[in-house]
């Protein structure tokens, strides 16, 4: 009897394990750069080669910062939003062009709208890396110290958006730099 109740009970707390595994979004990939100062990083900017972009350049205010590419099927589904938020001016959007041809990115944004402050090119990703980025997109909520307080990993959907960034963004704003 004891022989066919311990596998039995093995078998048990395995697919207990299993099937709460069914029900966690891959998505949500733990960041342990949140709550952390952003990563030091220095890029020349997308549209202008002779200027730079850096995380001085966050200094000061509430950011969202976006990584994307011309070749994201995603990212090109999520720039709608991105283009919405741009019009309420609710928050200013600085983008890292991940491992993109200049001549891609450019034709993207032309093509689409630029919804960025600024865009750093990263063509190598080495900046990506220590940003922690993955894949394309992701974005970064960033608060006024130059802490990051969220990461979307993925497109930002509308829900998200509404749900969970503009209210942490409204709270930002309120808080002293």
């Known amino acids: 009897m004891k022989r066919t109740l311990i596998p039995l009970m093995v078998f048990v707390v395995l697919a207990g394990f299993l099937f709460a595994g069914l029900s966690l ?3 949500n990939l733990p960041s342990p750069l949140v709550g952390k100062t952003i990563p030091q990083f220095h890029l020349t900017q997308l549209k202008n080669t002779e200027a730079s ?3 001085a350049d966050l200094a000061g205010k509430v950011t969202l910062v976006n990584a994307w590419a011309s070749w994201c099927i995603t990212c090109r589904q999520e720039h709608e939003l991105l283009m919405t938020v741009i019009k309420k001016n609710e928050v200013p ?3 890292i062009n991940y491992k993109d041809e200049r001549a891609d ?3 993207y944004l032309q093509q689409l ?3 960025y402050v600024m865009n750093g090119h990263d063509l190598n990703g080495r900046a990506g890396i220590e940003w922690g980025i993955i894949a394309t997109p992701e974005s970064f909520v960033v608060d006024k110290r130059g802490i990051i307080r969220y990461k979307v990993n993925g497109a930002i959907t509308i829900e998200t958006w509404t749900k ?3 209210p ?9 730099g």
């Not at 942490?168 to 002293?176: R, Y």
């Open 25 to 27: 979004n891959p998505r």
């Open 53 to 55: 972009f850096s995380n």
């Open 93 to 95: 959007i600085y983008g």
């Open 105 to 107: 990115a450019m034709a």
């Open 113 to 115: 709208g630029d919804p």
């Open 164 to 166: 969970t960034i503009e």
């Open 168 to 176: 942490l963004i409204a709270q930002l704003n309120k808080e002293p």
